[in-house]
């Protein structure tokens, strides 16, 4: 019965091969000498504007976290919460999907605050209305730009699945007393009821932010900023190695590849990264070369900060903790 019970984890060892042979995998189908010359001739001046815009992202992310937790009483320093999530990078570099820095926030944060339930429902709030927005912005760019988009059934089909996902969750928002109750006896018939537990506690968190328009509305505009910037961030690459890519196309793709790095099979989603900017920039004309010039790039410029979190790290630690007593009512340090 015991075993019956055991998590399912990939070791560290599983990953990394993984990411190891998918890549190898890719590459056997790149032309690695056009790949090398795409490379070799990117736009420094772009390149650059590309790392900016990373340093943006943390900044908003800094703002709207911290935005969400003052509504709850913890007066969180700016730089504080900037030191948690620039560490963090580095940190979760080698934890499974790209979720898992937002796992190593919400332990930094949970030292300082005292609060891991706290840390971890406005980080999971703030990840999900990210993750709805940016697929908005998706749904958008396939209804209203659909001519601009590659004429093939795949893309149609992930449109109509845009469409019939966002009807679910209208629904589910809709009916979310009735759902609620629904998931409780469900989980209660599979003998989940501490797993429910914490969807109902995420449930509450989500209508305590809702009944808090000034932090909702901060949380919001940094999640829509967040999502706007990485894709902005992928045409910005486009643009330094000179590759055409319609932002309507980006629009539909950065959105599915971002869900993707979200599979815990590889070390921070390296490999399901470039696979999914092979398959799916296919569709808009780009040879694997080129696709796979923009997928490594783009990783490439991130891991600047990865070492700026190394380095940070190195100089001064993980932020260490606070009681509540001391956060809550203190004026913040900007």
């Not at 390296?270 to 997928?295: D, P, T």
Request: proline residues 3%; contains cysteine; hydrophobic residues 55%.
């Amino acid at each position: 019965m015991a075993s019956s019970k055991r998590k399912i984890v990939i070791p560290a060892w599983l990953r990394f091969f993984l990411s190891a042979a998918i890549i190898a995998f890719l590459f056997k189908k790149v032309d690695i000498t056009h790949f090398s010359s795409i490379v070799s001739q990117a736009i420094p001046g772009w390149l650059l504007a590309g790392l900016c815009l990373i340093f943006l992202e943390q900044l908003a992310v800094s703002i709207a976290w911290r935005a969400m937790l003052a509504s709850k009483g913890y007066k969180v320093p700016f730089w504080k919460m900037l030191h948690i999530i620039i560490v963090s990078n580095f940190i979760g570099f080698v934890f499974p999907s790209t979720a898992g820095a937002d796992v190593v926030r919400v332990l930094g944060l949970s030292k300082y605050i005292s609060s891991a339930s706290d840390a971890f429902s406005s980080m999971v709030i703030f990840r999900v209305s990210g993750y709805v927005l940016m697929f908005t912005i998706a749904l958008i760019s396939a209804t209203f730009f659909a001519e601009r988009l590659p004429d093939d059934p795949v893309i149609k089909s992930i449109s109509v699945a845009l469409v019939i996902g966002f009807a679910i969750l209208f629904l589910a928002l809709l009916f979310s007393g009735t759902v609620m109750r629904l998931l409780a006896i469900a989980f209660r018939k599979i003998g989940k009821e501490r797993l429910y537990l914490r969807v109902e506690t995420l449930y509450r968190a989500f209508s305590f932010y809702l009944g808090h328009k000034g932090a909702m509305t901060v949380a919001f505009a940094g999640a829509l900023f967040m999502q706007l910037e990485r894709i902005l961030y992928v045409y910005v690459v486009s643009l330094a190695l000179g590759l055409k890519v319609d932002p309507a196309t980006l629009c539909l793709f950065v959105p599915i590849i971002m869900v993707l790095t979200l599979i815990p099979v590889s070390i921070s989603g390296i490999g399901v990264r470039e696979g999914g900017f092979v398959f799916l920039f296919g569709y808009a004309g780009l040879s694997a070369a080129q696709a796979m010039s923009l997928s490594i790039c783009g990783f490439a410029l991130s891991l600047v900060y990865v070492l700026l979190g190394g380095l940070v790290y190195w100089l001064f630690g993980f932020p260490g903790g606070e009681s509540v007593s001391e956060l809550k009512g203190k004026e913040p340090a900007v």
